[in-house]
Structures are given as structure tokens and as C-alpha cells.
């Protein structure tokens, strides 16, 4: 089993940036792929990004491409969501996952993003 927990959210001008670190603890990282997805308020949790076991492959929603990019540092058991040129419509709870196989199956708790314009 994995723990992830996230932090770094907060709020944020339109047009800014924040990083989201997820720490994970009780299995190696490196065993996991990684994915970002997030809920805005009164809609469904989405996918944003996921990252390969390695770091070598990525993925994003086309909404965040060429804005997120999420990364590895499997040394330290973190995944990173770098959110640039943010706008309002990001404004959202951001989780962390892991997937060992087909399904995401480890969660964080979440963590707050306001962006306002």
C-alpha cells in the first residue's frame, strides 16, 4: 500500500504559477505511474495529467497543454504539477494518484487551488 499527500495549493492571480509536490511514503514511487486530476466546484473530477513510470512519457487534458507540466523525482518519491499562466477556470481540488496496472487506485486528500481573475 501507498500513501500520497499533496500540498502547495493555494491561491493565485490569474496568469500566475504554482507547484503542486505529491509525497509518497510505504512503497517505492518508481513502481507507480502518477496522475494529477482535479474537481471544480459542482463538476466531476477529471484527469489533467499522468506521467510514466520512468518520467519519460506524459500525457495532459488539451485544456492545460503547453501550461502544466507534471514530473518525477523518483529519488525522492515525489510527483510534481508545475500550473503556469493559471486562470480562473483552474480553480479546483487537485489530487494525486498512483496506478500499478490499468486503474488509479491510490488517492490523496486533495488540495485547494483558487485562481482569481
Known amino acids: 500500500q501507498v500513501q500520497v499527500v499533496e500540498s502547495g495549493g493555494g491561491w493565485v492571480q490569474a496568469g500566475g504559477p504554482l507547484r503542486l509536490p505529491c509525497a509518497a511514503s510505504?512503497?517505492?514511487?518508481?513502481?507507480?505511474?502518477m496522475g494529477w486530476f482535479r474537481q471544480a466546484p459542482g463538476k466531476e473530477r477529471e484527469f489533467v495529467a499522468e506521467?510514466?513510470?520512468?518520467?519519460?512519457?506524459?500525457r495532459y487534458i488539451n485544456a492545460v497543454r503547453g501550461r502544466f507540466t507534471i514530473s518525477r523525482d523518483n529519488a525522492k518519491n515525489t510527483v510534481y504539477l508545475q500550473m503556469n499562466s493559471l486562470k480562473p477556470e483552474d480553480t479546483a481540488v487537485y489530487y494525486c494518484?498512483?496506478?500499478?496496472?490499468?486503474?488509479?487506485?491510490?488517492w490523496g486528500q486533495g488540495i485547494r487551488v483558487t485562481v482569481s481573475s
Open positions: 494518484a498512483t496506478k500499478l496496472t490499468s486503474d488509479y487506485d491510490y
Open positions: 510505504g512503497r517505492t514511487l518508481s513502481s507507480y505511474v
Open positions: 506521467i510514466s513510470r520512468g518520467g519519460i512519457v506524459t
